[in-house]
């Protein structure tokens, strides 16, 4: 005989069972997904969740030091942990993601059993909330964690509001309410609406308390959003101004802003209804005239929300609160506030669980007053629309899931003019060895916008891998023209400066990147190379000592740090500093001709033989290594194999131009015999 309370408990597990099988039959194969967008910004070169142990800067500071100056500190530690756990395999960030979206297709649920004092309305809400088209941005797309975080807490917060107002949890309940705001807000900006949903509660719903009373717990969420402002205002205020971008939305007026918005909302209801043609960046036409007919058909499409409103007030109460939702999670996304876009498919994560229950309560009423046959039709018809949708779903994750080229070329068939995509199909191109596509892609995103500062940065990339510096120093002069704080354009900029043996200016570049981003390791370096070619060798040592302080397993840094111990005569240091280059790269042909001159130094000719024969088992040509090796044989004696490798080394020498190497290679090995001085011996690191 089976015992109660296991079936009471079953019971009330089936509808989370039930819902966390629609999610993962929706989201099946979401983990086969990479990084893509801004995840390349936020979790693949944000140094503070590179290293784990700067996590707790990330209360310091915003999120970037770009535009848009967002304060998301729970976003940041979480893609720290992540990091710090699964390192750059991105399908544990998509599991993490998929778990994250589950948990609040639970909390739906309940608070929408809650709201509408019915579970099947909660299970119905639920079921839309976690299968909806509209979903695959946000749990798909890495950087939208910051939507789902947020999420949880509203929700959280706001179920919690909604028991202690029903008498369950008292104080304790208020107190978890105001902190899972809180964190909700930490994570992102849309959570401070929580307060105006809890006074939407208190207007529709909840009937309890007389007076003032009933707004005192509104108060105390209104103070701790004034007191999470403030923090935030602080912050920000303390950090690197960034600015806006020249060519954003911050630079269009208030007005083309709120009527554009207004043109917007009739695509938001039409995505939700009817969810086709989904796409991740949406081009919105600027709208400047009030007379344009896009805007009377956004103003018809708020009267007639507004109409819907005012008709489930009167009739169905649980289903005005959700219309109230919707309307309040929307409103932050309308660019009052400038944004970085006036539409996408993520900000509507929120905004579709209020419609969801506007949908479910209104749907289980009309069943409980309809004939048995229609509400058995009525709930297969409710089950195939879900099913769809859950369908739907499943193609659109395996979209996101599948090839990167193929996802971004789907965007510029729906908005060919998107330049940031072009210029994102530009890096993919780049990284898969194609460079005439990606310059095509890059030189796309220019024509489409000449402000793009990541696109010139890009084309001065590709122009630098194909030696063509004077290019190369043009487009990022371009990219730090459009966007003077972009400190990975000063530090490119520098490179090149570098490259050409123009030091002076390449040491002001890197100044001016270090300046904007103090922790930017790669400037560091560059600053050594440019010390270590003047021959400020100490002034060397601490730039590559600097960059290892910020990335310990930047290998290029040991090495060059190793051959600059190596000129100053710490071989000891060198040796240490080498030998960590080659844990972290074994494959530096440079570091291992190194390694092979401070082993000579120690005296450890064997080990020095068996680097050198390393470095060129590596690359058969390197001629500093040959000819290394000639030195190290000749004093083992090895007078035949010595011979051998100073005439390949003359060879190569000769082959590159450097006769001065040659007539040394030539005059070791008429010396046969006599003692080298390591003097003699080449460094190698570039």
Not at 45 to 51: A, K, P, Q, S
Not at 268 to 281: C, D, I, N, S, Y
Not at 598 to 616: I, N, P, Q, V, W
Not at 653 to 675: S, T, V
């Amino acid at each position: 005989m089976v015992n109660p309370s296991v079936r009471v408990r079953f019971q009330t597990l089936r509808p989370l069972v039930l819902l966390s099988a629609l999610v993962l039959m929706a989201f099946w194969g979401a983990w086969r997904g990479g990084f893509l967008w801004d995840d390349r910004l936020l979790i693949l070169e944000h140094e503070l969740v590179r290293d784990w142990r700067r996590i707790p800067e990330a209360w310091a500071g915003p999120l970037t030091a770009d535009f848009g100056r967002f304060y998301r500190p729970l976003l940041a530690a979480s893609f720290g942990l992540s990091h710090a756990l699964w390192g750059d395999a991105a399908a544990p960030y998509h599991l993490e993601n998929l778990i994250l979206h589950t948990a609040n297709v639970w909390l739906v649920y309940a608070l929408a059993a809650a709201l509408a004092h019915d579970a099947r309305a909660g299970l119905l809400a639920a079921a839309i909330f976690a299968v909806h088209p509209l979903q695959s941005e946000p749990v798909n797309y890495l950087s939208s964690r910051g939507d789902l975080l947020a999420a949880a807490g509203i929700f959280a917060s706001v179920l919690l509001y909604v028991r202690a107002r029903a008498g369950s949890g008292g104080r304790r309940a208020y107190a978890a309410s105001m902190a899972c705001f809180v964190l909700g807000a930490l994570a992102k900006e849309i959570a401070f609406i929580v307060p105006a949903l809890a006074a939407a509660y208190e207007v529709t719903l909840s009937g309890r308390g007389a007076g003032g009373r009933r707004w005192k717990p509104v108060l105390g969420l209104m103070i701790a959003a004034a007191g999470m402002l403030a923090l935030r205002g602080a912050v920000l205020h303390a950090a690197p101004a960034g600015g806006n971008i020249p060519g954003t939305i911050a630079d269009v007026p208030v007005r083309t802003r709120l009527l554009t918005a207004l043109s917007v909302l009739p695509l938001a209801l039409r995505l939700t209804a009817w969810p086709v043609g989904l796409h991740k960046v949406w081009e919105i036409p600027l709208i400047g005239s009030p007379s344009d007919p896009r805007v009377w058909i956004g103003i018809a499409a708020a009267l007639g929300a507004a109409a819907l409103l005012r008709f489930a007030w009167r009739t169905d109460r649980p289903a005005a609160f959700g219309l109230a939702w919707a309307v309040l999670c929307w409103l932050p996304y309308a660019n009052l506030i400038p944004l970085n876009a006036f539409f996408s498919e993520h900000w509507m994560y929120l905004p579709l669980f209020g419609l969801a229950l506007a949908f479910a309560s209104a749907a289980v009423r009309a069943m409980d007053r309809s004939s048995v046959p229609v509400r058995r039709a009525s709930g297969a018809a409710l089950a195939g629309i879900i099913a769809v949708f859950g369908w739907m779903t499943a193609e659109r994750t395996a979209v996101w899931a599948g090839d990167p080229v193929a996802f971004y070329e789907e965007i510029l068939r729906y908005s060919p003019g998107a330049d940031r995509i072009h210029n994102e199909l530009g890096n993919l191109y780049l990284e898969r060895g194609k460079p005439e596509r990606a310059g095509a892609a890059y030189e796309a995103a220019l024509e489409r916008n000449p402000l793009n500062a990541g696109a010139w940065y890009n084309r001065g990339r590709l122009h630098a891998l194909r030696g063509e510096l004077d290019e190369a120093a043009a487009s990022y002069a371009r990219a730090i023209a459009q966007k003077p704080g972009f400190a990975l354009a000063h530090n490119n900029l520098g490179g090149v400066l570098y490259r050409q043996r123009r030091l002076e200016e390449a040491e002001q570049a890197l100044r001016d990147a270090l300046r904007l981003e103090p922790d930017l390791f790669e400037a560091h370096h560059n600053l050594g190379n440019v010390h270590r070619a003047r021959g400020e060798l100490m002034q060397a040592s601490h730039a590559y000592a600097a960059a290892l302080a910020r990335n310990p397993r930047y290998a290029p840094s040991h090495a060059h740090l190793g051959e600059t111990y190596l000129k100053l005569g710490r071989a000891k240091d060198a040796s240490a500093s080498l030998r960590r280059a080659l844990e972290l790269d074994p494959a530096s042909v440079t570091a291992w001709n190194d390694l092979g001159g401070a082993s000579t130094r120690l005296g450890s000719l064997d080990a020095a033989a068996e680097a050198y024969a390393m470095a060129l088992a590596l690359d058969p040509g390197y001629a500093p290594a040959q000819y290394n090796l000639g030195l190290v044989l000749r004093e083992l004696g090895r007078n035949q194999d010595a011979r051998e490798a100073l005439s390949r080394a003359a060879g190569l020498f000769e082959e590159l131009g450097r006769g001065d190497m040659a007539e040394r290679a030539r005059e070791a090995l008429e010396g046969l015999g006599a003692n080298p001085a390591q003097a003699d011996g080449e460094t190698g690191s570039e």
